[in-house]
């Protein structure tokens, strides 16, 4: 069966720390990665997505950035960190079989607050 | 552009009641819809989904419905019990990405 690791689960960081995130994922070849934030008492936005090894597509302008350097590895880095990125950081899987729906699978996700 | 809007930010409902989140949408190219729940300090969890060439789905206590005319979709569950306490995300499926509601925080009440 797939799992999905997110590490780690809480951090709290100063503003202007660097930042990294490590997503991993079990049980399944060539998914399609995910991450997403969910601010405070706000829905989930998509920061990037992965179809492939070092492809990454940014959906919000932001000092994040992604990265993908195994198959089933997804890592979310800032050089900086600013109090605006303060969230709820959740890792998503998703296999992309045709002919079918094909849901997201969630990480555990990490609570990030930026002080 | 909110593609997806879930215009109610929370409801409260009676244990034993029905339960009825609504979604609009704006996209008419998303090919499925899911619902995912939530708790909080956890990953959504997949719920019920329903393809574009759907109008019901049914899951158990869950039902989707969708009406395609009017952009709307809606979740159904049948009786509401305390543990379905959460919130709701729709989300459109478009190609390699889902889009996301803002959700609907459910308070079922003992």
């Known amino acids: 069966s797939q799992t999905i690791h997110q590490w780690p689960a809480t951090l709290v960081q100063p503003v202007g720390s660097p930042l990294s995130l490590e997503c991993t994922v079990e049980g399944t070849s060539n998914p399609n990665l995910y991450w997403y934030r969910q601010a405070a008492g706000r829905g989930l936005q998509l920061l990037f997505y992965?179809?492939?090894?070092?492809?990454i597509s940014s959906e919000v302008p932001q000092n994040l950035s992604a990265s993908r350097p195994q198959d089933r590895q997804f890592i979310l880095s800032s050089k900086k960190l600013l109090l605006s990125d303060s969230g709820f950081y959740l890792c998503a899987w998703r296999s992309m079989d045709g002919g079918k729906i094909n849901e997201q699978f969630f990480g555990p996700g990490t609570r990030l607050t930026v002080l | 552009d909110q593609q997806v809007k879930q215009n109610s930010p929370s409801l409260s409902v009676q244990e034993g009641r029905i339960s009825i989140l609504n979604c609009d949408y704006t996209n008419s190219m998303f090919d499925y819809f899911l619902w995912y729940k939530k708790y909080p300090a956890e990953g959504p969890t997949f719920l019920i989904s329903?393809?574009?060439?759907?109008d019901k789905n049914e899951d158990g206590r869950f039902t989707v419905f969708l009406n395609k005319s009017a952009k709307h979709l809606s979740l159904h569950i049948v009786p509401s019990q305390p543990g379905d306490s959460a919130v709701y995300f729709c989300a459109g499926d478009y190609g390699q990405n889902f889009v996301f509601g803002p959700g609907t925080r459910l308070s079922v009440l003992p």
């Open positions: 992965s179809v492939g090894i070092g492809q």
């Open positions: 329903i393809s574009s060439i759907k």
